[in-house]
């Protein structure tokens, strides 16, 4: 990294730590949060939201699709759709804290960007690839992040009008980078990266309902097993594992914040068999519902 980087990157660190947080931390950005730790982590099962994520400090190891990646400030990774994958704070310390920041958009703001831009026309993509990439950071992209960041210190209205104009740079920026073509294909209609992303949105508003894949596949005019072999490429799992993990993921937080009975929220979540829920939640969790109530 040159001096501009390591300037800018100071620069927002300071700006951050201003907030002393631990663990995740909402701006005002709507768009923008960041994460802080001391420590180092455990493995941790998440689901990525569509995102830029960039370290300031420190290291991570994130797990997709069996591969372990590890990544650090020199690096940022984006995040087409959501998707799951475990992560471990590989890099942290009192000293030098592990501190990060996610920026948060949708296909359609990608989309958007595009339409006002000489974008070159891509091939429709046949084959899926994997819904997350990593590509080391360019100073002009670097440059928008960091005055999304100090756009923290001026007055909420400043923020609020100015915040949706500098997001527009970021994306425009992304797209001119090496990450440019990945994200193309999932934000332009037709290739088969977008037929999978607007499957994964559908499939993550209705977690509770019953998953028809026929139903899936006649959506976006593919069969059910190119559905089957794309969506597992891009998340890398199918479609009813992957809606497994969502039921889970959102039992576990009702679990933690309503007072209702295990078997509740086992319903409220899509389950018909409490004691299915209970096994499928005690094997993805280590413990059970109940020990968490």
């Given at each position: 990294?040159?001096?501009?980087f390591?300037e800018?990157?100071n620069?927002?660190?300071?700006?951050?730590?201003?907030?002393?947080?631990?663990?995740?931390?909402?701006?005002q950005i709507?768009?923008?949060d960041?994460?802080?730790?001391?420590?180092?982590?455990?493995?941790?099962?998440?689901m990525?939201?569509?995102?830029?994520c960039?370290?300031?400090?420190?290291?991570k190891?994130?797990?997709?699709?069996?591969?372990?990646?590890?990544?650090?400030?020199?690096?940022?990774?984006?995040?087409?759709?959501?998707?799951?994958?475990?992560?471990?704070?590989?890099?942290?310390?009192?000293?030098?804290?592990?501190i990060?920041?996610?920026?948060?958009?949708?296909?359609?703001?990608?989309?958007?960007?595009?339409?006002n831009?000489?974008?070159?026309?891509?091939?429709?993509?046949?084959q899926?690839?994997?819904?997350?990439?990593?590509?080391?950071?360019?100073?002009?992209?670097?440059?928008?992040i960091?005055?999304?960041?100090k756009?923290?210190?001026?007055?909420?209205?400043?923020?609020?009008?100015?915040?949706?104009?500098m997001?527009?740079e970021?994306?425009?920026?992304?797209l001119k980078?090496?990450?440019?073509?990945?994200?193309?294909?999932?934000s332009?209609?037709?290739?088969?990266?977008?037929?999978?992303a607007?499957?994964?949105?559908?499939?993550?508003?209705n977690?509770?309902?019953?998953l028809?894949i026929?139903?899936?596949?006649?959506?976006?005019?593919?069969?059910?097993?190119?559905?089957?072999?794309?969506f597992?490429?891009?998340?890398?799992?199918s479609?009813?594992?992957?809606q497994?993990?969502?039921?889970?993921?959102?039992?576990?937080q009702?679990?933690?914040?309503?007072?209702?009975?295990?078997?509740?929220?086992?319903?409220?979540?899509?389950?018909?068999?409490?004691?299915?829920?209970?096994?499928?939640?005690?094997r993805?969790?280590?413990?059970?519902?109940?020990?968490?109530?």
């Amino acid at each position: 990294m040159g001096k501009a980087f390591e300037e800018y990157r100071n620069e927002m660190i300071n700006l951050i730590t201003k907030y002393k947080f631990e663990g995740d931390f909402q701006s005002q950005i709507p768009n923008l949060d960041f994460y802080f730790s001391k420590t180092l982590s455990e493995q941790i099962s998440i689901m990525y939201e569509p995102s830029i994520c960039i370290i300031l400090q420190g290291a991570k190891d994130v797990i997709f699709a069996n591969k372990l990646y590890n990544y650090n400030e020199k690096d940022y990774l984006i995040s087409s759709t959501h998707l799951p994958a475990r992560i471990r704070i590989s890099e942290a310390s009192k000293e030098k804290p592990y501190i990060s920041l996610r920026i948060k958009f949708s296909l359609k703001d990608i989309h958007e960007v595009l339409k006002n831009i000489n974008s070159p026309i891509i091939q429709i993509d046949t084959q899926a690839e994997k819904g997350l990439c990593f590509n080391e950071i360019n100073i002009e992209f670097y440059e928008s992040i960091y005055r999304l960041v100090k756009l923290l210190e001026r007055e909420k209205n400043d923020i609020d009008f100015l915040y949706p104009l500098m997001i527009k740079e970021i994306l425009f920026n992304l797209l001119k980078s090496k990450s440019g073509y990945f994200i193309r294909k999932f934000s332009m209609e037709g290739t088969v990266s977008n037929k999978i992303a607007q499957t994964v949105s559908l499939i993550k508003e209705n977690f509770d309902k019953k998953l028809n894949i026929k139903e899936l596949a006649d959506n976006i005019e593919m069969s059910e097993s190119s559905l089957y072999q794309h969506f597992k490429t891009i998340t890398s799992m199918s479609p009813i594992q992957f809606q497994k993990k969502l039921r889970l993921d959102e039992a576990k937080q009702l679990l933690l914040l309503q007072n209702k009975e295990v078997h509740e929220i086992a319903f409220q979540v899509g389950y018909e068999s409490p004691s299915q829920f209970s096994r499928e939640f005690s094997r993805m969790f280590g413990m059970t519902p109940s020990s968490m109530i």
